[in-house]
């Protein structure tokens, strides 16, 4: 294994598990809030806010939520911070690896945008840092009477994912998005949600009201993280589906995509207080999935009628053109990152066949960067073999 493989490999598989870490706890803390009772004996206790009851891990478990008054801190008090710091700095430093270190290959795509690799990653850094100042300039600012800022924001991720597939190849684009959310939420606990649990924790040792502005602020921000997780996740995953990212209108798609997650995660939250929740569950499932699908029925193509093409022809043509990487013997060291997507025999060639035609016929970003020089009548000849029902027994022209 080569060494730049191995960090990509120790990178991703701990920013998986940071990030389980990290979204576990959220979600867990969410659903302990949404899900405590009161009962009549502890009512009147002060400070007493709700409790819970668990059986897990052989155990039984209770949780109580609470006001604390002076002095009453305990010794020991878990804080959960490290779990996203560690997820958002393992993310960077893949980006860095993965898309940054490569990015001719990765970041530019000539038929969306013309840039130099420099550019394309100079692109990438200020839509992060930008979005992030735009949208906790806009919260601390108009953060008072929500509707606004909700709008700005809205607007803000919209105008960002256009902006980058207009800019960036598909999937960069997508990754980059992900990157701006995973860097909004990482903003919303170190610079807002934790200062206000430290005024907490420093109000309640000194006896004092803790400042409300503090704990509303902090409140908005982890609602917008609970909403953010599952279009975050969403990305994360995309970039093993090429015709997500690849698709023509890819932009519309992910914001089709992403409003759908939030609609889902809205319904889940509704749950505990509006009985037509799984109404919003429902639309926006179908709202997702019907998206996912016209993906998958545009990318079948129609049956072709113009004179065969023989199989060997195919053949010739993929091993001029891929098979200097995508073959288990490889003469091009870009192959080590194809991930084992080989077009070695007649069965494998025939298996790949509407994956060749994404990438070679439509999207026309296979070839890598045109490595090797494939010609426009080669990918005709490569759609209508395709067209025509991808046999590997064809024979003809
Ligand atoms: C210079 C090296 C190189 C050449 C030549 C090359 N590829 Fe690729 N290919 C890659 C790399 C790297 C990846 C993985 C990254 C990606 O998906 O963009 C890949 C991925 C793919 C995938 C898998 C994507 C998926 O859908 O999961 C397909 C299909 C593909 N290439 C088709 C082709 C075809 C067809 C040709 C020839 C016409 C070709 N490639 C030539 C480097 C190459």
């Not at 924001?153 to 995973?182: E, N, Q, W």
């Amino acid at each position: 294994m080569r060494l730049e493989e191995l960090v990509d490999l120790l990178l991703r598989w701990f920013h998986v598990i940071a990030g389980i870490l990290w979204i576990g706890n959220s979600m867990l803390f969410n659903w302990l809030d949404r899900n405590l009772v009161t009962p009549a004996s502890k009512a009147h206790q002060p400070g007493f806010q709700g409790e819970i009851w668990m059986v897990h891990s052989g155990g039984f478990y209770q949780v109580e939520k609470r006001q604390l008054a002076p002095g009453q801190l305990p010794a020991q008090l878990h804080w959960f911070k490290w779990q996203n710091g560690l997820t958002w700095i393992s993310g960077i430093f893949l980006l860095m690896v993965v898309y940054y270190l490569h990015a001719a290959a990765f970041m530019v795509d000539k038929q969306v945008a013309d840039l130099t690799p420099a550019t394309a990653v100079y692109v990438g850094i200020g839509v992060i840092v930008g979005s992030w100042f735009v949208y906790d300039v806009v919260w601390r600012t108009m953060g008072k009477l929500p509707r606004w800022p909700t709008l700005l924001t809205l607007l803000l991720l919209g105008g960002v994912t256009y902006l980058l597939a207009m800019t960036l190849s598909g999937r960069a684009a997508y990754m980059h998005v992900g990157v701006v959310i995973g860097t909004i939420m990482t903003g919303n606990v170190w610079t807002v949600i934790l200062p206000s649990q430290r005024a907490l924790v420093a109000a309640t040792e000194s006896g004092k009201e803790q400042d409300a502005a503090l704990g509303l602020r902090a409140k908005q921000r982890s609602i917008h993280n609970n909403y953010l997780t599952f279009p975050l996740i969403f990305i994360m995953v995309s970039n093993h589906f090429p015709s997500t990212w690849g698709d023509n209108h890819n932009w519309i798609v992910l914001l089709v995509i992403m409003a759908a997650s939030v609609g889902v995660r809205y319904g889940m939250n509704l749950r505990y207080s509006h009985p037509g929740w799984y109404a919003m569950v429902g639309v926006s499932l179908v709202l997702g999935l019907f998206t996912l699908v016209r993906l998958t029925t545009a990318s079948t193509p129609p049956f072709d009628h113009s004179p065969t093409v023989s199989f060997a022809t195919v053949d010739g043509i993929l091993g001029n053109r891929c098979r200097t990487c995508h073959s288990a013997r490889p003469t091009d060291e870009l192959a080590k990152s194809t991930n084992g997507v080989v077009f070695d025999t007649p069965e494998q060639i025939a298996s790949l066949k509407l994956r060749i035609r994404a990438r070679a016929v439509e999207l026309e970003n296979m070839p890598l960067m045109n490595k090797t020089a494939m010609t426009a009548a080669e990918r005709e000849l490569l759609r209508r073999w395709i067209d025509q029902g991808g046999n590997p027994a064809a024979t003809g022209e």
